[in-house]
């Protein structure tokens, strides 16, 4: 299986939200943001 990142488009508002939530996601479990590379699956 080959995966690759998409997008859709969203209002700013939601973007705002999504981004605090995620921020606040990552500052509870200690991790940082990092782009993730592609996996190929056979």
Partial sequence: ???YPSGI???RSALRLLSARLRDHRRQRGTRWRRLTPVVRP
Avoid: K, P, W
């Fill in 1 to 3: 299986m080959l995966v």
């Fill in 9 to 11: 488009d969203v209002s």
